[in-house]
């Protein structure tokens, strides 16, 4: 690829992910003006104690006596100065609210992910194109992991774990042990679906001629699968962890709900319910920033995987 | 008496902290067992609780928790004892001018903050000050500080309190972590990030705000300098504690489960499900306390069709089997309530206790009475072929608290038998304040947690209106209560003030205003090992006592 | 070609059929029983799922109560058996919704002209880019829950991706071979609208609904776990399972009935969606 | 003892028997070509010998020994050992038998790497040596380089290299030629034989006769998985003993065949018996005997009860049916100067057509030819109103067919119809036949009815299809019977031109010859005007009046096709003709 072309590719990836963000945010904006209620009622809670002037003091802290479309350009604005303005109901800057809560999400989705794709590829790697019963039985297993809740899941491993074992801490985000049981439950539907994606492709990729070629040159079964099968699956295991882990964000909402874990899933919900529009918005921003950057990754990942894309 | 002690304990999100002694009035170690031990000084603590505070200023949040758990960082001015006495804290001694307008304090000359300034009049001023300015959009402790007009300093050590009327219970205001005080450093280098907690809340306590995590815990340290505790405290000098962790465990399963499990030494509340299983583990006990003020109930909107006819209030009344419902709700944990405020209240009438039993056949008479005598294919009673509907709104889920949508099932389906149905939307919160609080349902449910039977004018005086920030959500306007709501603020005669408050309960009852339903009773569960545990009139806990056994 | 071909298809089809087939009839029992519950949830319970009985209350399973009852004494079965309406028509409800809306907007972006293609195609950009659960989320806070809202939410958090398969499958199927055969006859473009690249392209996409179908009951039900969903004492899966898992030391039927109804619906619906999908991939792969 | 020594080799998948006692024996530096259509067990022979049958393959033999070995009683880690180090296989179109995301070098080092033959550092050096050894040029950069980097002909030499990598004493080529250009496909099979001439032996797997002929010392025919045929090279192609190689032969379009049927024309139709002869049906000397009871094997090892005599094979079947062909009217379509111009995928602008210009006449059929890559489809596309072209026009019958918008098009469109290479992808996947067909009818015939189905049964049967088709997918039909389809619905609207892109290129020579012999017959019949594309200079010849050659976009030469194959004016062509294998060119 020429520097010129190369140097075309990324402008254009940017100007994409500008698209997508800036739009993921008016879309968020406009949305949240359709909310009904009074963002100030919010802001105060359940309670009625506030006064009248308090009330009218930070409608106008916030702007929220301006129109929407002088909202809209101020918060524009500070959304080109980095600035995703302040939490309306915990007062905070948005951006240091998400930084703290971000590295329980992450360590949560890489961990969660890390199971699922070494138990999806485990799976898949040895049971695809194997005797038809323990490819059924895979199958079912498979099928049943991705069609429990995790919400489900969690409680059910919770119960067991963590009230009934006592192998693992109940709650909390403070040590690795605490991170196993949402992990798992988080990379259990994920990890079905993708053995199953996963045990199709090299099943594909086992029928393709180059398997016969491999095959004839000597090779063992086992290696025919790891060293030539296991990559052509990759391709939409790739695909699919990509979209799966932009996924495992609305997860995070309900696992980390279920095991009471910090993290962007618990801001989320948080956010959402009490309406707190600029905390809302910056999460969608983040989400979006998120999926753009796996999108990214997933499109340099098919590159290194397939050569055969690398010409355009 | 101004309104200024009201705190909205059960309004959802300010979640319950009570944390136990095992009577609701006593100064004595919570944690009884082994009270004879000797204190040692070190080891960690952490405490469960299942509301995360929203904010931790305690100048701007009107929660409880944020209190709760400050009032290990912050002292006060005064201390106030379970039998409502006050004795030296920060102030060494105190006067109030006689038309109750002006307050002078002299402070101790040996209190610093744990950033090393020094606690002094100046720092009073400074703190109340910006209680009351704008900016710091204070929702609770601006209205304990009432007709508040400014903070004269006399000398380093005096400061004068002025108020525009006359403030009775300021003392009683002073003594709440709400007019706590931050250091004045931290105030001009924070400003408005103190909502964040961490290092930027300096206060004076006995604890350090070392750290926090969102959606996770708090971290507070011991303060070594500390030796200005309240004389009623069981020793002086440092805490006993290195560490004092807060959890926020908003599942009860989890909370439970992390008491259970050793993860927690304190956890608070246990719902009463699991406090069978809780008192039948060796390693824990339940503490169990009443709180004061207005018990939880369903305020009748009198205003609203068809409860603005009063046989229709009488049969929601009469037509509810409290006893029951309330039983298995909460596994007879819980006590049904009888009137308007709990018993642990000061003037709390015994008198109306088991005087409006269930009775579904008067319940019905006095439907058939009003004019609901048909029936529709449903089941439900109809008057000229409109259906006997109330509205009740759901809160969004966050803000419900001990199971009341489960307690309302119960209610909804009591209600059902008599033909009455129950409506519940669910409402976001915005929405929720506005009709509520705007009279536009007929039903709303809440509790009032105040050490005061002042808290009955504020539920049934006229002119506790909702629409200006008052709670009196049945509106009904009522000659006789205001008359005695009003009047019992303006003596300190305790005949009269029985009388009166004992002829407003049974009024309210009587015009069926409202249902009581259950008091509030704080259940905690503590980890053998804990010892003295102390709680303040508030019923929050306060670690400053308590150590941790072999 | 050469007779690899044939030497493929006798050694997996026969198997595939014979090893799937028990599955397919327990699937279509559990479907049958779900839809029956779903219709006339009387036939199998004479319970009321909405009366108290406070005396009964958190009974375990047993000949009384075959699922236990609950904290007011409601018996679990009925809860469940009445539960399946509103679960499943929350997750079919929402999957059509979802379909309707993503082709629509597949289909125009597809067949509209460039700018059309290009304003819808960014919208949903815009919106696959948050997770359907936040999606989910954000339209259940606009709309208030409930279960019309939560229905509606998840189609919109869902329509997206069947708006971009649908695009995709459409512009396939636009260039596709048949449609080209169809041109050279002289066919008017309506008509080939119609006729081929419509019918074609929505092909793949009710295969995916059925699929889609399980993943929108499990989220619907998931906001209702949140709270957001149909309203008690209605009885729907979610919720209920939200209401058990404060019971889990004492009473751990409570919650683990209603998980185990949407567990098992969402699975007997992914078997049919998968062997749906595996008998059109072999049908296009001709 | 020979190298390879087979007696008796059976090979069955549950209850389909793919190979039947198939005996064979292959010794070093000879050439073994085993022929057959699709379907004749030829593959399976191949891949059993390579203990690749398959899974749930059931292999049984008197005798199967390679090299003194005895490959029945192999256990899979044994067989291993063999695989790749004693034997290599080489399967057709390197572009799906390499893996694609490795790149060329490794796999060429794979066998030497699996058998531990070299170390680390000995395996780059041998690998370049190998490419050169097949011809590679610059084998350093082809080795870092990922197949479908490479053309097609680099590409197979590059997979031959991985298979004769640990110098096996037996390569087995399945269909090594059947996805290349003609000239790629004479530059591999004079590879091959090098590695014969250096002593290797070689088996040969082919569906194409005259691929092997050059090559083959001796040729096996394989037919319903027996071998009914096996004889030196020489004696088989000149004088078949069995009817089916007859056939073979016949189905090839080679000069002399021109004007002639190219499959037979009445085959017996009698339906065959599991212990007969399998051939029964589709012979034209099949007799009762032969349905019900198996041939002995006669001294030429031919398997049949009715072995062609020695010398007159020839006349034993119906003389091949002399083809009368009408003469070219008045011009129907006139294209000048199309050019189209496409991107690369890595931006760069090629012509994919340039400065085309053709005439095509009422009842003529112009063949047009041409490598992959030359230009053909485009030219197709332009001509079916599917492509702009970016300069140039086209007039259709005197009105502009190019440069007018689809509208004024369409009244035109059923006169010009097109046959297709993949006819399955031309079909609705939802449509049966009869709604296939039924389509292109109501377009310019009955439009509903009992009437449109008569006329589409009329048409099934102008194409030899019988009227139990009609209520089948295409896609489960044959490759033969949906060209057909395809064909039927291009005569529905009752065209004047019929674009055909590469009609039989996807199918077996004796299924080719049958849909040439019908596109023959219909040009007699309705005097449809035909446009010919093919890469296949034999299959152009025979069917074309007159013939274009294109060459990276242009057309380089023109005329009549007797003239044109016979006496090329341009190089090019003259290669293209030299490279046919079997010698196909007058």
Known sequence: MSLPALLRAIVKRLVAALAVLSGAATLAFLTLQLIPGDPVAVMLGPGNAASPEIRAEITHEYGLDRSPAEQYLHYLGNLLGGNLGESYQLQRPVTDLIGDQLWPTVQLALFALLLAVTGAVALAAATAGRHPALRAAASLAELLAASTPAYWTGILLLTAFSFQLRIFPVAGAQDFASLVLPAVTLALSLAGVLAQVLREGLEAALAQPFVVTARARGLSDTAVRLRHALRHAAIPLVTLTGWLTGSLLGGAVLVETVFGRPGIGALTLQAATNKDIPLVIGLVLLSALVFVVLSTVIDLLYLVIDPRLRTR | MPVNRSRALVLAAAGSLFLGACSGAGDTDGAAAGATATPVSGGSLTYAVDTEPVSFDIHASPQDITGAIQRNVFDSLVHQDSKGEFHPWLATKWSASKDLKTYTFHLRDDVKFTDGTAFDAEAVKINFDRIVNKSTKSQYASSLLGPYTGTTVVDARTVEVHFSAPVASFLQAASTPYLGFYSPAAIKKYGSKLSAGGAAAVGTGPFEFTSYTKGQSVTLTRNPAYKWAPSTAAHTGPAYLDKLTIRFLSQDATRVGALTSGQVQVADPIPPADVKTVKANSQLQVLTTDAPGANYALVLNTTQKPLDDIRVRRAVLRGIDIDTAVKSVYFGVYKRAWGPISPTTPYYDKALENTWTYDPTLAAKSLDEAGWTGRDSDGYRTKSGKRLSIEWPLMPQEYIREQRDTLGQAIQADLKKLGIEIKRPRLDIGTYIAKVYGGQEGIADYSWARFDPDVLRLYFNSSSDPREGGQNATFYKDADLDKWTDQAQTTLDKNTRQDLYAKTQQRAIDLALEVPLYVRTAVVGVASDVHGLKTDPNTWANFYDTWIGK | ?286 | MSLLDIDGLDVSFGTVHAVRDVSLRLDRGECLALVGESGSGKSVTARALAGLAGRGASVTARRLTFDGTDLRTLKDRAWRDIRGRRIGLVLQDALVSLDPLRRVGAEIAEPLRTHRLLSRAELRPRVLELLSDVGVPEPARRADQYPHQLSGGLRQRALIASAVAASPGLLIADEPTTALDVTVQAQVLSLLAKLRGEGTALLLISHDLSVVADLADRVAVMYGGRIVEHGPTDRVLRSPRHPYTRTLLDAVPTAHAKGTRLSPSAPSGLPAEPAGCAYTPRCALADDGCRTALPVRDDHATLCHHPLPATTAAKALPTPTVIETTPPGRPLVVAEDLTKRYRAPDGTPYDAVRDVSLTLHRGETLGVVGESGSGKTTVARVLLGLTEPDTGTVRFDGVPWTGVPERARRPLRHRVQAVQQDPLGSFDPRFDVERVIGEAVALAGPRRGRARRARVAELLDQVGLSASVLDRRPRELSGGQRQRVAIARALAPAPDLIVCDEPVSALDVSVQAQILDLLADLRRDTGVTFLFISHDLGVVHHVSDRVLVMRNGRVIESGDVAAVFTNPNEEYTRQLLAAVPGGAQA
Do not use: K
Not at chain 3, 84 to 96: A, E
Not at chain 3, 138 to 157: D, K, Q, S, W
Not at chain 3, 259 to 273: C, E, H, P, R
């Open chain 3, 1 to 286: 070609m050469t007779t690899l071909t044939v030497a493929a298809p006798p050694r997996r089809r026969p198997r595939l059929r014979t090893a799937v087939r028990p599955a397919h009839v327990a699937t279509a029992a559990v479907l049958t029983l779900i839809v029956l519950a779903a219709a006339f949830p009387g036939l199998f319970t004479s319970a009321s799922p909405v009366d108290t009985d406070p005396v009964h209350a958190l009974t375990a399973p047993g000949a009384a109560h075959w699922f236990g009852t609950d904290q007011l004494g409601r018996d679990i079965f009925a809860r469940v058996l009445y539960g399946t309406r509103t679960s499943v028509w929350l997750g079919l409800g929402s999957t059509v919704l979802a379909v309707a809306a993503g082709s629509v907007l597949g289909l125009a972006a597809a067949l509209g002209g460039r700018w059309t293609d290009q304003a819808l195609m960014r919208l949903v950009d815009a919106l696959l880019a948050l997770p359907p659960i936040l999606l989910g989320l954000l339209a259940v806070t606009i709309l208030g829950p409930g279960t019309l809202n939560v229905m509606i939410a998840i189609a919109v958090a869902f329509s997206p991706g069947y708006a971009r398969l649908v695009r995709a499958e459409a512009l396939v199927v636009r260039t596709s071979g048949y449609v080209e055969s169809a041109t050279v006859l002289g066919l008017r473009r309506p008509l080939l609208v119609v006729r081929h690249i419509v019918p074609n392209a929505l092909g793949p996409l009710l295969v995916l609904a059925t699929v889609g179908f399980g993943s929108s009951l499990i989220a619907a039900s998931g906001l209702s776990f949140l709270g957001l969903g149909p309203q008690p004492p209605s009885p729907e899966w979610g919720t209920m399972l939200s209401e058990g898992r404060n019971f889990l030391a004492t009473a751990w039927w409570i919650g683990v009935f209603p998980g185990a109804a949407i567990t098992f619906t969402a699975l007997s619906v992914n078997v049919v969606g998968r062997r749906a999908q595996a008998r059109f991939t072999r049908r296009t792969d001709g």
